[in-house]
């Protein structure tokens, strides 16, 4: 039996691993984010269970291994929140979920694509409001526009099967191109050549030190002008001070973001009694062709299902002492 504190706890996280009754271990929830002040929550722990806006750097590891922690499960895909040069110094394994459902990711962004498209979201406000005019409710057609992806891992890949089976061309740029991508007929090419003939642009690759601020007042520049950007990857992959410039200027016609880069403070909470303190997200939420939604791409049940099921997976692999490929080290990525 493994004891495992929990952070970052939410009801639906809570359901979904109460629901399992094919494990023997010991869970304690919190809803306090892992920082080093909530870390002593962990002490007498073999693990801790994170989400991703817990921080895992060096000083909180060396607490949590202070503390008798040897695992980390994030209940999660992405790892950039985690210093894995430090966990492997303090002798912590660091699991992960890496593909819960990557159609749900990929569908999320296509919801983000057709609301900004069709405008589907002012159009519900209208209708309950008895306005059925269609005045300025204009959108376009996907068949046939080009769209353009960053990274073509699981979800990348999940993204351009929706925007070639909308009949739309499909360009893409990863360092490691995929061959039964290319087959289905996406064109693999250089990334700014992705930026500038994209009408769409959605981002699908990891937020590592090559790819953090990837979308900056240059790359923007490099956009065709009027372009839509989706982003449901990781918020640091854009700077959101140039987009709110270039939002401003035309160049970017509109945004669709599930992430955001400061969302540590704001998303996964209700705040609707306070006073929003970031004045970029601030910005960005009265633009009209700016759609926001909080990390809610990963969130259906089907993943939340995936979710639960694999964490225990690797807290049973990690107690036996089991090799795993869920099990993200140093070796994965440059610039460790
Ligand atoms: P994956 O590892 O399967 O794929 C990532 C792809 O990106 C790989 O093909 C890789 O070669 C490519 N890549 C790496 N560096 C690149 C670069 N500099 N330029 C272009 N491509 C590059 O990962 P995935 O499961 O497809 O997930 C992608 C990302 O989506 C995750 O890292 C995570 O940040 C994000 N994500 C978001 C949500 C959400 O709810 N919004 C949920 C899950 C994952």
Redesign the pocket.
Known sequence: MAKIAFFSTQSYDRTFFENRTDHNHQFDFHENRLKIKSAGLAKGFDGVCVF?NDRLNEEVLEALADNGVRLVALR?????NVNLKAAEKFGIKVMRV???S?Q??AE?AVALIMTLARKTHKAYNRVRDSNFSLERLIGFTIHKKTVGV?????????FCNIMLGFGARVVA????P?QEMKDKGVEYME?DEVLKISDILSL?????P??HH?INEDSLKKMKQGAMLIN???GK?VNTATVIQALKEGQLGSLGI??YEEEEKLFFRDLSDFVIRDDQIAQLMIFPNVLITA?????TKESMEEIAKITLQNIDDFEAGKESKNEVSCKLIKDC
């Open positions: 991703v999660c895909a992405g790892f950039n890496p593909a819960y990557p749900a990711v999320h960053i990274g073509t891992g699981q979800i990348g890949q999940a740029y990863d360092k490691y995929s990334q699908h690759c990891p937020l590592t090559d790819t990837l449901t990857g990781r992959l599930d992430v990390h809610q791409a990963f969130f």
